[in-house]
């Protein structure tokens, strides 16, 4: 394994994210590399949001960039000097592997392993699985 100095970390507030994370940090200490804190809202979700759902949506946004901001503290306590926070919309499954990557320049991915319902896996493969397939460097699954 070489030495990594661009890591890309997707987030999404998930137990498993949060484990990401914590070896993210773990590895990214151990490179001296550039942390990466990427999160993709996706906006496949948005399409079938009824007006009486805004007040959750807003909640959710609330919390999520709660954990963002979470994160980028854990990261910063653990000691990481260069910490990049990405928020993007659109699909996670490519936007990760085929915008965001290639345009920080990540040599490593790291994700949980869950993101998406049993019914979606069987349609569309989990979002940890389409990395693992279209990533432009290495990847790293954590369950």
Same mark, same amino acid.
């Given at each position: 394994m070489g030495n990594y100095k661009n890591i890309l970390v997707a987030v999404d507030g998930s137990d498993t994210s949060k484990t990401a994370l914590s070896k993210a940090i773990e590895i990214a200490k151990r490179n001296? &590399?550039?942390?990466?804190?990427?999160?993709? /809202?996706?906006?496949? #979700?948005? $399409?079938?949001?009824?007006?009486?759902?805004?007040? %959750?949506?807003?909640?959710?946004?609330?919390?999520?960039?709660?954990?963002?901001?979470?994160?980028?503290?854990? &990261?910063?306590?653990?000691?990481?000097?260069? /910490?990049?926070?990405? #928020?993007? $919309?659109?699909?996670?499954?490519?936007?990760?592997? %085929?915008?965001?990557?290639?345009r920080i320049d990540a040599d490593l991915i790291i994700c949980g392993a869950t993101g998406v319902s049993a019914a979606e896996r069987l349609l569309l493969g989990s979002v940890s699985e389409n990395i693992v397939r279209t990533a432009p460097c290495d990847t790293l699954v954590v369950r």
């Amino acid at each position: 394994m070489g030495n990594y100095k661009n890591i890309l970390v997707a987030v999404d507030g998930s137990d498993t994210s949060k484990t990401a994370l914590s070896k993210a940090i773990e590895i990214a200490k151990r490179n001296g &590399a550039t942390l990466n804190i990427v999160n993709v /809202i996706d906006t496949r #979700t948005w $399409a079938s949001i009824e007006a009486h759902n805004r007040e %959750k949506v807003e909640v959710d946004a609330r919390q999520f960039a709660e954990s963002l901001l979470a994160s980028y503290s854990e &990261a910063e306590r653990a000691g990481i000097e260069k /910490i990049e926070v990405i #928020t993007e $919309a659109g699909s996670p499954r490519t936007i990760i592997t %085929k915008d965001i990557a290639p345009r920080i320049d990540a040599d490593l991915i790291i994700c949980g392993a869950t993101g998406v319902s049993a019914a979606e896996r069987l349609l569309l493969g989990s979002v940890s699985e389409n990395i693992v397939r279209t990533a432009p460097c290495d990847t790293l699954v954590v369950r």
